[in-house]
């Protein structure tokens, strides 16, 4: 092979080279795909859903987030409900931030009673939506921001359960 072919040869896999990069880059950096596995985000969410993990967005209350923390083997999908420098409580089933009911409409079940605690700086306190069977903040505590690798709101798959979450 001569070497004008070795370079049109090259040249013409530098589109598809290209494209590789960018897919790499995006998923290492940007967004990337995730299978929810259990039923402690129901009905929200349901086991075997795919989304997309957006590891950019801000952290606000009530997103759904991506968790893998050394306190637990499994990589966790819950609500945030508590943010960094809050006090939170839960008495009767009724969940206190700061002192004062905490309106939302995710949680299922009943939730059970927690002794107040206060969110470091940097920390987040979270919750499955499926309250009585979620593994979440009452047993591990809270997570900090590095532990937390992004929200998620868009389910790709199965397409029956296409769309954005609340």
């Known amino acids: 092979m001569n070497k004008e072919k070795v370079i049109n040869v090259l040249k013409s896999l530098i589109p598809y080279v290209a494209i590789v990069l960018v897919v790499v880059l995006i998923r290492t950096f940007l967004v990337t795909p995730i299978r ?9 969410l349901t086991s075997g859903d795919i ?26 999908i819950k609500r945030v409900i508590g943010l960094p420098g809050e006090k939170v409580e839960i008495i009767d089933g009724e969940i206190y931030i700061n002192d004062k009911v905490l309106k939302e409409n995710y949680g299922k079940g009943s939730t059970s009673d927690m002794s107040a605690i206060k969110i470091p700086k940097n920390e987040y306190f979270v919750l499955g939506d499926n309250r009585p069977i979620s593994a979440d903040s009452r047993m591990f505590g809270t997570f900090t921001k590095k532990e937390i690798k992004g929200t998620t709101r868009l389910t790709i798959f199965p397409f029956k359960h296409f769309g954005l979450k609340k």
């Not at 929810?36 to 929200?44: A, D, E, F």
């Open 36 to 44: 929810v596995v259990g039923p402690s985000m129901n009905p929200t």
């Open 51 to 76: 989304m997309i993990l957006n590891k950019v967005a801000k952290i606000d209350r009530f997103d759904i987030v991506v968790i893998k923390s050394d306190k637990t083997p499994d990589v966790l």
